[in-house]
């Protein structure tokens, strides 16, 4: 699902990466490579490090994050499993689904 939610935002012209974990995706902001959005699966915000979930969280504030989730991931949780998520969408999710929440909220930075 990850390549074709890539495909589609970048056919929206929105510069989209592929990563395989999240510990991929601090190596890319530890580059300096900082994106518009991003799209995490909630069962990799899990396995993620004390330090790589506070990195997500301090970057939540400035770029919109998207979590997939699965509603046993969410349910009975006082909060989503990251401080300042942006939009939570509970599987089954369409790749049309993410796509348009990840152009929503951009549309709304730009607003």
């Known amino acids: 699902m990850r390549a074709l939610v890539r495909a589609e935002l970048l056919h929206a012209g929105v510069q989209a990466l592929g990563m395989d974990s999240v510990g991929d995706l601090a190596v890319a ?11 995490l699966d909630a069962a990799a915000i899990e396995r993620a490090t004390g330090p790589t979930r506070a990195a997500l969280a301090k970057l939540a504030r400035r770029v919109p994050i998207v979590l997939v989730a699965s509603r046993s991931e969410i349910s009975g949780k006082p ?23 990840v152009l929503g909220l951009l549309r709304g930075q730009a607003a």
């Open 29 to 39: 902001l530890a580059r300096g490579d900082t994106p518009s959005a991003i799209v």
């Open 79 to 101: 909060a989503t499993p990251l401080e300042g998520v942006a939009a939570v969408l509970v599987r089954p999710v369409t790749v049309g689904e993410i796509v348009a929440r």
